[in-house]
């Protein structure tokens, strides 16, 4: 594998302590997700798009399997011969594959059995950090890596799949009963910060982790614009919807159009109206919207039609990245525990970082002089690069070890599970 999807270069110097402590903070923050659910939710799939939590268990303990374990460990033997092809997501290199709409089907493993899979793969995986030898170990380090890191997106995606599969429960369950509510304020006024454009550098240039989507480096021109100094709050998209917004064909995108029109779609997801009270959804149960936290669980096609009606329009990732880049990554990430957007006030620019994955304008695709990367790990971002777009950032439910401002997510333009919102861009 080429160091095109890299971790940290100074991680093969890294002690195998701190590799090994790394590691098992990591994978026991998974299980800690984990904590709170019936062994009845381990196996649920109420959408194509989301997966088990059983299967986010099992499929990051596959990933260690694979791509260290088996190359690199000598006399390694697998837990199971079919987890092969059961807990593969889609590395057509590696073989078959489950079909993902039918990862709900699998009542066999049983969460007892993914558990002591994943006990099985932790063992293998700390003597093979601790034994790796030299000549080997800089490769070992580097898919160490990008596991922890990718284990750090399927903690992600647990939880708001697992917000996905209690949303279409009529008991609207709640994943904690316990889950604090955040602290109800106003949000700061809305303000713009200017910036003059001209050749810019984005992506990440750094000795941090980075993925293969996030390099290389490279000069960007930019004419002047402004960016709003916070996200778009839930009482303003409010406004667009009580104006008509979902019913006006100018203020959309022609997929975006026939998205509405055949989803009936009339406000973001999870919102709900009883009794004259807009309520929305969350990780804690049904709770009442609050009109001044980041607009959450709206599409591409949402964020961008919002933006028209309010005659502005979806920054680019590359003026997001200019002004993130300057600011700290700080933020409502998951260790919060609040598990859902929160207001702010104070000066911009404001939560870049935590709360909401933003959307941009731009599509998702490779940088100038990008290289995919050799063998399977390099089907890991390359081959999406078609038909989806850029979100900037991290959301409430990102470990905040897992973001920097270079961070390239990616969805298609329909979706909207994720928490998913945006801030407004302008030209000067």
């Avoid at 079909?99 to 994943?118: A, D, K, N, T």
């Avoid at 089907?379 to 439910?397: P, W």
Wanted: glycine share 8%; with cysteine; charged share 20%.
């Amino acid at each position: 594998m080429n160091d095109v999807l890299r971790a940290d270069p100074a991680g093969a110097t890294r002690s195998a302590h701190d590799w090994a402590t790394y590691f098992r903070r990591v994978r026991a923050a998974s299980e800690a997700l984990c904590a709170p659910l019936l062994v009845e939710d381990y196996g649920l799939q109420t959408a194509d798009f989301a997966s088990p939590p059983k299967w986010h268990l099992a499929h990051v303990s596959w990933f260690f399997e694979t791509f260290l374990l088996e190359p690199f460990l000598p006399g390694y033997r697998e837990f199971h011969p079919q987890f092969r092809v059961l807990f593969n997501s889609y590395y057509d290199q590696v073989g078959r594959y489950h079909p993902r709409p039918q990862r709900g089907f699998l009542s066999r493993p049983s969460v007892e059995e993914v558990y002591r899979y994943r006990a099985h793969v932790d063992a293998a995986m700390l003597e093979l950090i601790d034994g790796a030898a030299p000549d080997v170990w800089p490769t070992v380090a580097q898919r160490l890596g990008i596991g922890l890191n990718h284990e750090q997106q399927h903690q992600e995606l647990l939880l708001t799949d697992l917000k996905q599969h209690f949303s279409v429960n009529p008991l609207r369950p709640a994943y904690r009963t316990d889950l604090p509510e955040p602290a109800r304020r106003s949000a700061a006024a809305l303000g713009w910060i200017e910036r003059e454009g001209g050749l810019v550098h984005i992506g990440q240039g750094g000795d941090g982790f980075a993925y293969d989507n996030e390099l290389p480096r490279h000069r960007v021109f930019l004419t002047p614009f402004a960016l709003a100094t916070r996200p778009v709050t839930n009482g303003e998209y409010l406004a667009f919807i009580e104006d008509g917004g979902y019913r006006n064909p100018a203020l959309w995108l022609s997929d975006g159009w026939s998205t509405v029109n055949r989803e009936r779609w009339a406000h973001p997801r999870y919102w709900e109206r009883h009794d004259g009270q807009w309520l929305e959804f969350t990780l804690g149960g049904l709770r009442p919207l609050d009109a001044d936290a980041p607009v959450s669980h709206v599409s591409h096609f949402e964020a961008d039609a919002y933006a028209t009606w309010a005659d502005a329009r979806l920054p680019t990732e590359a003026e997001w990245e200019q002004v993130a880049a300057g600011v700290a990554v700080d933020g409502n990430f998951v260790e919060t525990g609040l598990l859902h957007p929160q207001a702010m006030a104070g000066e911009g620019p404001l939560q870049l970082f935590g709360d909401v994955w933003e959307h941009t304008g731009s599509a998702y695709l490779a940088y100038p002089g990008y290289r995919q990367a050799e063998g399977a790990l390099g089907e890991y971002n390359g081959k999406f690069m078609s038909g989806q777009m850029v979100l900037r950032g991290g959301s409430c439910a990102t470990p905040a070890d897992h973001i920097r401002a270079s961070y390239r997510n990616f969805f298609y333009p329909q979706e909207r599970w994720q928490f998913q919102g945006f801030r407004l861009a302008r030209d000067l």
